[in-house]
């Protein structure tokens, strides 16, 4: 069955509405224990309080300045350490490995040594967000450097460009739409890394809340955090790095305007 | 036709080999080939794939580096690339995170380093020989085919390089955007007097251009043929009598005998 594009919207609202619609008649057939597994109704009126108690939005407040400020600094200090990978063959050599190693590391991992090294300070979660993340965005610049077609540095030669200039000028440009995806793929990361360090280290945060939610038993808390977080990652991957990510990819000739 | 023996020499090619290194033995991708080039000519490189041409077209480029053999511009050796000798690729290669203007304008930025106003100043005007004036702000991926070489082209003579190379540019074309092309680039070389040196494996083309054409042979390289194009510009590159010079110029190439060596 075709369906037309403009239409594919009217199914996924179907969908999710249809999910939760299962989840409530299941707790209303009391197929699950309530205590266990609240309804949606719950989960929302608890969200609802929290928001309502000023618990939520200082919260949300907090990951997203840890998240913001952590993810600039892995992603500034990622674009130029792949830049270096991506213009000198013995910096790459030696750090690729070391990136891809870091990278298969899971983020949560990073907190025990982020408690050995900061204690429970902010700063460990700042370290959290930017181990987790910066691996990903020096090798997505490395490797978008490294495939340029060599026409456009040869025109920037000819025309030229000194030698200083040509990483502005030219090649981070050049590699724009490999580097948004790295930033792309970093955020997703630098997110699973943030709510995991909040977990434990913090007083405060998306993931602190969470923690609570589990030291109170309060089953809708947990489960309400958790679509709150899912929901804040979806919405800056689809429509912040997403939609830039489109943008770039048509202007560069990569896809077909929609 | 202005005559060759007032004008000066601009392009000296001396004695120039290229071989590559292949594992233990090499291969002879150019024999010693001496051109010389007049200040203000059209020179069309033609032969088929593989005789060196464009290998010779990056040479003067300062892309590659000869194995023997020097190249000199005004009597100055060339070494590497320089906004003296610019070229004009096959693959446009026009910068997609600009627009239009911008990439004109790109090359002028050593010229008029602190002034942007001059820059787009000059850069409009070479829009405007290209006939893409009303284009300034287009991004680059809106633009067709044939008018993206057309940036490139005036992205390439806005910094006024001494010398123009033309690396095949015209293949992915269609015929009638192409025979455009013909007559624009007849038209600027015209009207700036710009010493041009194209590349191309179309015996027509190398007919409709060039005020000289040289036939390369295969392989190793060696000019076989150097033709004068004695017809008035502009020229149709649907003319019979460029369809007789491109017959002669193609049996050149067919003929065993090796004119040049």
Redesign the interface.
Known sequence: MQVPEQNIKYYVIGFYFLLIATWQVMFWASLVLDYLFPSPLQVATRLWELAADNYLWPSVKATFQRMGIGFSIAASVGLVIGLLMGTSRVVNSCLRSLFLGLQTLPSAAWVPVSLLLFGLSDKGIYFVIIMSSLPAVAIATSDGISHI?I??L????????PGWAMPTR?ML??A?PSIVTGLKLGWTLAWHGGVSAELIKSSIGLGYLLYMGRELNDASQVIGIMVLTILFGLLLDRFVFGLIQQRIR????LAQQA | MPTTGSRPVKLKLTDITKTYANGSHTIEALQPVSVEVLDGEFVVFFGPSGCGKSTLLNII???ETPTEGTVTLDNQTVKG???D???L?Q?H?L???LNVIENVM??L??KFRFKPHARRGTARQFLQMVHLEQFEHT???ALSGGMKQRVALA?ALA?DPKVLLVDEPFPALDALTRAKLYGDLQEIFMRTRKTIVLVTHDPREAACLGDRVLVFSGRPGKIKADIRIDLPRLREINDPAVGAYAATILSHLESPADAGA
């Open positions: 077609p026409i456009y040869r025109v920037a030669r000819t025309l030229g460009t030219v440009p050049a724009l048509i202007r560069w000739g | 480029a300062g892309f690339p320089h906004h000798r610019l070229m690729f693959e290669g910068f997609p995170w790109y090359g930025k050593r991004p680059i991926h992205r910094p």
